[in-house]
């Protein structure tokens, strides 16, 4: 056994941000502090842009490659007592599906309106039809998104009762275990490309939520 670095630091800083970020994202769509909104919806998107680039060229256990599965090897997985390290089976499904799902949040949003003063910068660029159904889409895929937050956590939070060390991995990014110390990417590249995508919509919508504030 022995202590190695499971998680970088640009995972654990994308998960606890986003959390950060969609608690302040909910609060600003219910109090309808609707240009905060936006700031923290560009900010996470690009996190969220970030992490995914980070999921093909990013540390080892970053990466899409090592943790998605495919079927027959989640079949065998299920009946090993071994699993690997990172997310494995199920837990990388899941960790997927939450991206995509807040990615797809994410561009519904630039086509909502709230009916009053706040269009998303899509919004006249599509269909009636598109823009309203990507109302919908927002309202619902939040309610969606926050069932399955609710299973991750209850997941989580077993993991912590088991004390199997994954909940706390995601908090210092140690792991006790019996497994060679994956390759660890400089935690700089992450920034780097968070960076650059908070430029380009600084950019794109900067102005523009400057004249609604
Ligand atoms: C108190 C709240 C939370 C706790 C305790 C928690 C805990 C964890 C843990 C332990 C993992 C690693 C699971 C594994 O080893 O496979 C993880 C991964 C993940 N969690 Fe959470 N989580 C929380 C909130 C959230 C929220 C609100 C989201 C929003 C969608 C989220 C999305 C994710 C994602 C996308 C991953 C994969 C991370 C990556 O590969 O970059 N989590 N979480
Ligand atoms: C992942 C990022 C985002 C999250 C988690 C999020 C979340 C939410 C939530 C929970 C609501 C309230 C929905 C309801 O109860 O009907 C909402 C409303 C809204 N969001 Fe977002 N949003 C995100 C991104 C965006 C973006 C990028 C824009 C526009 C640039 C946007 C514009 C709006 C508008 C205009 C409303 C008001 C809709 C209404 O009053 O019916 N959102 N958002």
């Known amino acids: ?3 190695i670095q499971l998680w970088d630091k640009a995972i654990r800083i994308y998960h606890w941000s986003q959390l950060l970020l969609l608690a302040g994202l909910w609060f600003t ?3 309808g502090y609707l240009v905060v909104h936006q700031v923290l919806a560009y900010s996470l998107a690009a996190l969220l842009i970030s992490r995914l680039v ?3 060229v990013g540390s080892e256990t970053a990466r899409f490659s090592h943790f998605l599965q495919s079927p ?3 079949v065998r997985m299920w009946h090993k007592a071994k699993h690997g390290i990172g997310h494995r089976g199920l837990s990388g499904y899941m960790s997927l599906t939450l991206m995509l799902l807040l990615a797809l949040q994410f561009m519904s949003g630039l086509m909502t309106t709230d009916d009053v003063m706040t269009e998303g910068p899509l919004y006249n660029a599509v ?3 598109w823009s309203s159904f990507a109302s919908w889409f927002h309202h619902n895929n939040f309610n969606l998104l926050l069932a399955l937050i609710a299973v991750h956590i209850a997941a989580a939070l ?3 009762v088991k004390k199997d060390g994954v909940l706390g991995a995601m908090l210092h990014g140690k792991l006790q ?3 060679d110390q994956p390759a660890v990417k400089s935690t700089i ?3 780097l490309l968070v960076l650059v995508f908070t430029g380009g919509f600084a950019l794109w919508q900067g102005m523009a939520l400057y004249q609604q504030w």
Do not use: N, P, R
């Open 29 to 31: 769509a219910e109090q």
């Open 72 to 74: 027959a090897q989640l």
């Open 158 to 160: 077993f993991h912590g």
């Open 1 to 3: 056994m022995k202590v």
């Open 177 to 179: 275990v019996e497994a």
């Open 127 to 129: 269909s009636s039809d």
């Open 189 to 191: 590249w992450y920034l």
């Open 54 to 56: 980070w999921g093909f």
